[in-house]
């Protein structure tokens, strides 16, 4: 597979231009590019202004597969970032995480293995200072506990998440087809404190080591190399489904081993209990505090 793409350099958004392509009836394999967006949006509807500095781009799919799989979908485009982070930053690889069902975040390295984070190492390649270790206090949290070296403070409220968000997915029906968006933090906007964040702590490439070049020519490289990533990705999961991808994404899920607590948007509790793998179908697995497993299929999950 190959992906006919098509880039702007300012839209209202790309999955806008996605779902007219979908009403006109064009075939799938159409990925829609634009270097600024003045409308952007994401799952659930949270709408948001996109300067230069993010990778945005969706893609016109129309998978003939069991609606049963669908909701897969997004896990698997959540994989077939991270592969495409991996290749362009090779020292991220074990950093690189996806969070079920639609972010990608990057672990703070205090907070892998030990022989994960001593691969990491604390500089950054930029000389900005800016790895996560060193920086976070720009980003305004770290992983739980005082940083190595004692330069945070134990306890202290600013210091509190153990990952950062690098990329949202969304995936909508339309017009009986798919509509998938995705947002990678490349390089941040030099007026990134007039953007909301919501709910989450943003990091970009540039401060992990993706900072050579003009930021076009990074924007687009991390563009291309998840078309190639999704490209080969794509037509599996068609043929065989999730099932050749979920030992991948277990190994590298964000939310292994931690309780969360699956919330819905009006902050009603759906389960909690300790993850411990994704079922088949794109579930998440959870393991109540007495040892009962259930499966949440919606919802946002809050680390606990």
């Known amino acids: 597979m190959q992906f006919r793409v098509e880039s702007f350099e300012t839209v209202t958004s790309t999955n806008d231009l996605i779902k007219r392509a979908i009403e006109e009836g064009q075939p799938e394999g159409l990925a829609v590019r634009g270097l600024r967006q003045t409308a952007g949006y994401g799952r659930q509807g949270r709408a948001w202004e996109s300067p230069i500095g993010g990778m945005y781009q969706s893609f016109l799919l129309r998978p003939e597969v069991p609606p049963a799989q669908l909701p897969t979908l997004s896990l698997l485009v959540g994989l077939a970032v991270r592969r495409a982070v991996a290749v362009l930053v090779p020292e991220l690889e074990n950093r690189v995480q996806v969070k079920w069902p639609n972010d990608i975040v990057v672990a703070e390295a205090g907070?892998?293995?030990?022989?994960?984070?001593?691969?990491?190492?604390?500089?950054?390649?930029?000389?900005?200072?800016?790895?996560?270790?060193r920086g976070a206090a720009s980003h305004g949290a770290v992983c739980d506990g005082a940083a190595p070296g004692g330069e945070f403070p134990a306890?202290?409220?600013?210091?509190?998440?153990p990952f950062h968000k690098l990329c949202g997915i969304s995936t909508e029906m339309h017009a009986r087809a798919l509509c998938v968006g995705v947002g990678v933090n490349v390089a941040r906007p030099a007026d990134a404190a007039s953007v909301p964040a919501g709910k989450n702590?943003?990091?970009?490439?540039?401060?992990?080591?993706?900072?050579?070049?003009?930021?076009?020519?990074?924007?687009?490289?991390?563009?291309?190399?998840?078309?190639?990533?999704?490209?080969?990705?794509?037509?599996?999961?068609?043929?065989?489904?999730?099932?050749?991808?979920?030992?991948e994404f277990d190994g590298c899920s964000a939310l292994s081993g931690r309780f969360v607590r699956m919330e819905d948007l009006?902050?009603?509790?759906?389960?909690?209990?300790?993850?411990?793998?994704?079922?088949?179908?794109?579930?998440?697995?959870l393991r109540t505090p007495e040892g009962v497993e259930v499966f949440a299929s919606s919802g946002e999950a809050h680390i606990r």
């Open 111 to 133: 907070d892998l293995p030990r022989e994960a984070a001593q691969a990491t190492g604390e500089g950054s390649p930029c000389g900005n200072g800016s790895a996560l270790l």
């Open 155 to 161: 306890g202290d409220l600013r210091f509190r998440h």
């Open 266 to 285: 009006s902050g009603n509790v759906l389960a909690a209990g300790t993850v411990t793998r994704v079922a088949p179908d794109g579930r998440l697995v």
């Open 201 to 247: 702590v943003p990091v970009y490439l540039d401060e992990l080591g993706f900072c050579e070049g003009p930021v076009e020519d990074r924007i687009n490289a991390v563009a291309d190399a998840l078309c190639d990533q999704l490209a080969i990705a794509y037509p599996l999961w068609c043929e065989q489904g999730f099932g050749p991808f979920q030992a």
